[in-house]
């Protein structure tokens, strides 16, 4: 059977020319082999005129065309002193093309960065754009109010978390991408149209096979291009216009959200964890001003993200091993929504409309069986006891919702509904929160199975887990289908939600590398270099999808639940909660109407009235609200045709007719540039140099998180201590915040206690303190002196010991100087008058302070500072304590 490839882009490098009546955009693939060429009218004020002569151009070709454009617009024939030419910009695609009152814009990728490789498929983020007005000035008709919406569109910032791709189809997972790829040859051949089969014989008396001259048979290879899922498109409305006029090369559709990858080195082996999460494009806003659902059953702040691990020791996704587990999060599907005029850092939740049938639900989860198939697992935060009733008003409505949607359901595929109040369980004194994540994890991913796209190793079958078995989804000869997804909400679907995905893509992340043959049992531990560059991985994912929903960072994340977040972040906290409200009160209406007028779910015309005269955008996104709808939904049969007859695989990746029908196919040599991956990747044609390229430059778990101890285990599944750790996911910010953080971590001062956390999330910043929140008084245990004056020292201490000399330069083991003796002295005494002592006790500065010399063993920093006595103290005597000052300089200590 001929294999399948996905389609490269042959437009990936475009430059503009610019005439007085037109523009010309050159478009060419990546070697510039191949070239295309737009042409743009300029002398029509408000209407775009695009035409595509669909004709491919060689390099010499383009150049002579370009002459005679530049001869034949010159203001004299023969002139040489002023071109009739100019080159207006460099671009890498194009976002799209908008109008509002004058003429229209276009929008040009100026410059992008590479973020991921997942199978020598490059995924880039957005840089820099340039927006260009195309009528000339001559035949401008201006508007008074066109540099507001101007400057309202320029709001939404393209060069923050907006990510293309030219040869993989971000918009669908990778299981899509690769099931699309494994579908027999018969579907093909009848999804090719007439037309096409006539065009490929058309142009296959116009090529040259050496196969057939050879008499060997040709290496036919399908060369495949999917329609995107436009719900995870942000610019499919820009690109509308265009979208049948244009050869499909120029159409580039870009998503937004998050796209991280770090590599995981295990003894030498790479393997490369990606990160990828969707934010959809459909009722989408900020935090206050979208929530709940649309009439057409999208929620406010979906969001889908995919966790992606394969062996990047293999590129090619016929031969190498690829892995991927997809879950959801977004808001609770009911029309609700809260009033932000009281200028109240929690606004009171309301329910806008009745939904007895639960309509809205109905047509949300008929979406997620479509693209995710069976079983549906709601994971719903939300608090359950409240004094006032606040969060609790969505469960009491979601839940008789889920029920009515459930007994139409066939009972191997209804909808699982787990409620559990994350926020109640921290404050508990009894629980811990991430062990009852871990159990729900296990069992949510046992139950949807995940994708790999090869079979079982027989190591296995040779030491098989009893985990291992249990695991669900779809198993196949090619390997396994994830079916169903979990789907986990709060109020905000920020804080709470991110942990409890982090807990599932860690469950997930253990399996994967079970089935990938990296790990003999499907199981990972906390402070290990895996779990910390897969933590660190998702708390930039967490950060960013807050910044953009919510106005802040997240507030509390995946340490403050393990109880280990130093002191310093509780100020963190307190910032971020002050930015999200104020982000929320002041800057998220402008923020909305930019996300509008970007999606075009609000388009300017003469006879409507402006975006900023709006009193709501209720009815921009409530389509149903304008218009009587002419079907009405079944209440009973609440899906789509044919979903229920496939379950529990999802419709979309199902060989139908329906489906056929969203894949272009193209019969090609498999020697053919518009498939070859590897010229596509590494560029043979450039001049490279090795310590430029993207997989050196990325976040590696040997160089970042692995200790640089000489004789440390190099396992990232080796279990570190706190001191051990190469680096730490909090400390961001500077290398002295990092070293405080480590120490903090290690010993005092100490973390606060379970009771003292808040309800964790967005709303759960703004909770007041419990009032059995307090920190505890644990301390760390301080070896008692024996009566020689030394401590039992461990091995670390004896290490440290040798070491102490480097940094101090002197040897602590001898005896001070008697200079530095009155030095100490002053400064004991001048200390000890400080504290307060009863009238009655009779003191004697001779029995209290006593100096003497030990050897140093105890737990001190021993970072250098030249020409300073450092000071260490340890806790005061209680139960079996003492305290200890000491200046480590002179080696003299206080024994009090």
């Known amino acids: 059977m001929p294999q399948a490839a996905a389609t490269i882009s042959g437009i990936q490098k475009m430059v503009l020319y610019e005439t007085r009546a037109r523009y010309f955009l050159v478009g060419s693939n990546h070697a510039q082999t191949k070239h295309r060429v737009l042409k743009i009218d300029r002398t029509e004020p408000k209407d775009l005129v695009i035409i595509d002569d669909k004709h491919v151009y060689n390099q010499q070709e383009v150049w002579e065309l370009l002459g005679r454009l530049d001869l034949g617009n010159r203001t004299k024939i023969g002139q040489k002193g002023s071109s009739g030419l100019y080159r207006a910009v460099t671009a890498y695609g194009i976002v799209g093309f908008v109008r509002f009152l004058e003429g229209y814009y276009m929008v040009l990728i100026t410059k992008h960065r590479r973020m991921a490789d997942i199978g020598g498929h490059s995924i880039y983020k957005i840089e820099d754009t340039t927006m260009i007005y195309i009528p000339n000035d001559s035949v401008r008709v201006t508007h008074p109010d066109e540099a507001r919406y101007v400057r309202i569109f320029q709001n939404v910032d393209l060069s923050s978390n907006f990510y293309f791709s030219y040869s993989y189809d971000l918009s669908h997972s990778l299981q899509y991408n690769l099931t699309s790829l494994q579908r027999p040859y018969e579907l093909w051949s009848s999804a090719a149209s007439p037309a096409k089969v006539e065009a490929h014989a058309r142009s296959k008396q116009d090529s040259f096979d050496i196969f057939e001259d050879e008499g060997l048979p040709t290496q036919v290879v399908y060369g495949l291009q999917t329609e995107p899922y436009y719900k995870y498109v942000w610019n499919g409305k820009l690109l509308e216009r265009i979208k049948d006029i244009v050869h499909p090369d120029w159409l580039m559709y870009i998503i937004h959200g998050f796209c991280g990858q770090s590599k995981l080195l295990i003894y030498g082996r790479p393997v490369h964890i990606t990160l990828i999460a969707r934010r959809s494009s459909r009722f989408a806003g900020t935090r206050f001003l979208k929530r ?45 929504s809260q009033d932000i005029s009281t200028m109240m850092p929690k606004p009171p939740i309301r329910l806008d409309q009745a939904d007895p049938y639960a309509t809205v639900a109905a047509l949300h989860f008929d979406q997620m069986l479509q693209r995710f198939g ?20 969505l469960s009491e409505e979601l839940y008789p919702a889920v029920i009515n949607l459930n007994q139409f359901l066939p009972p191997d595929h209804r909808i699982d509904y787990i409620a559990w109040d994350m926020a109640r369980y921290t404050k508990s004194k009894l629980f811990n929160v991430l062990d009852r994540l871990s159990m729900i994890a296990e069992n949510v991913v046992k139950r949807t199975g995940f994708f790999i796209n090869r079979s079982d190793f027989y190591c296995h079958t040779l030491r098989p887990d009893d985990r291992w078995r249990d695991v669900g989804g779809c198993v196949t000869i090619k390997g396994r289908l994830q079916t169903g997804v979990l789907r986990t909400n709060c109020v ?21 590398l079970y089935a990938l043959g990296m790990i003999d049992k499907p199981k990972l531990q906390f402070d290990t270099d895996c779990v910390r560059l897969f933590e660190e991985l998702y708390e930039d994912h967490g950060d960013t999808l807050s910044l953009q929903y919510g106005g802040s960072q997240l507030v509390h994340r995946v340490k403050t639940y393990r109880k280990i977040a130093p002191w310093t972040q509780h100020s963190k906290d307190i910032m971020q909660t002050l930015s999200r409200y104020y982000s929320n009160a002041f800057s998220d209406a402008d923020r909305q109407d930019a996300i509008n007028l970007f999606l075009q779910v609000y388009q300017p015309a003469e006879n ?16 149903s609200t304008m218009a009587l709808p002419y079907n009405r939904r079944s209440y009973t049969l609440w899906w789509s045709d044919g979903v229920i007859s496939y ?62 101890s000489v004789g440390v285990d190099p396992s990232p599944f080796t279990v570190r201590k706190p001191e051990e750790t190469g680096k730490s996911v909090l400390g961001k910010s500077s290398k002295e915040e990092t070293v405080l953080q480590r120490k903090t971590a290690a010993s005092a001062p100490p973390p606060p206690s379970e009771e003292a956390i808040t309800s964790t999330s967005e709303d759960d910043s703004e909770e007041d303190r419990d009032d059995e929140g307090s920190v505890s008084q644990r301390s760390t245990p301080i070896k008692l002196l024996t009566e020689s004056g030394e401590s039992s020292r461990t091995q670390e201490e004896i290490q440290m010991h040798q070491t102490i000399k480097e940094p101090y330069g002197l040897d602590l083991s001898k005896c001070p100087a008697d200079e530095d003796m009155l030095i100490y002295e002053r400064f004991a005494r001048l200390g000890e008058s400080q504290h307060t002592v009863e009238k009655t006790e009779q003191i004697n500065v001779a029995n209290i302070i006593s100096f003497f010399h030990i050897s140093v063993t105890s737990n001190a920093s021993t970072s250098p500072r030249s020409g300073r006595a450092l000071v260490h103290h340890l806790p005061v005597r209680t139960a079996g304590y003492i305290r200890c000052v000491g200046c480590y300089a002179t080696g003299l200590f206080l024994v009090v």
């Open 292 to 336: 709940g659902a649309n009439c057409e059953g999208d929620v406010a702040n979906e969001v889908e993200t995919e966790q992606i691990v394969h062996d990047a020791s293999v590129m090619s996704f016929t031969a190498g091993s690829y892995s991927s587990y997809v879950q959801v999060r977004g808001s609770v599907p009911l029309y609700w």
């Open 374 to 393: 069976s079983p549906i697992i709601i994971l719903n935060l939300v608090k359950k006891r409240e004094k006032r009733k606040h969060e609790k008003i």
């Open 492 to 512: 905000d679907c920020l804080d709470r939600t991110n942990t409890a995905q982090f807990m599932v893509g860690k469950c997930a992340l253990a399996y994967q």
């Open 608 to 623: 409507k009235p402006h975006l900023w005269e709006l009193p709501t955008d209720f009815y921009l996104h409530q389509t």
């Open 647 to 708: 379950l529990p695989v999802p419709y979309d990746e199902v060989a139908c007719e329906d489906t056929m029908k969203k894949v272009k196919v193209k019969r090609l040599n498999r020697f053919d540039e518009s498939i070859d991956i590897y010229t596509e990747f590494f560029k043979p044609y450039e001049l490279t140099s090795f310590d430029d390229t993207f997989c050196i430059a990325m976040t590696n778990s040997a160089r970042e998180f692995m200790p640089k």
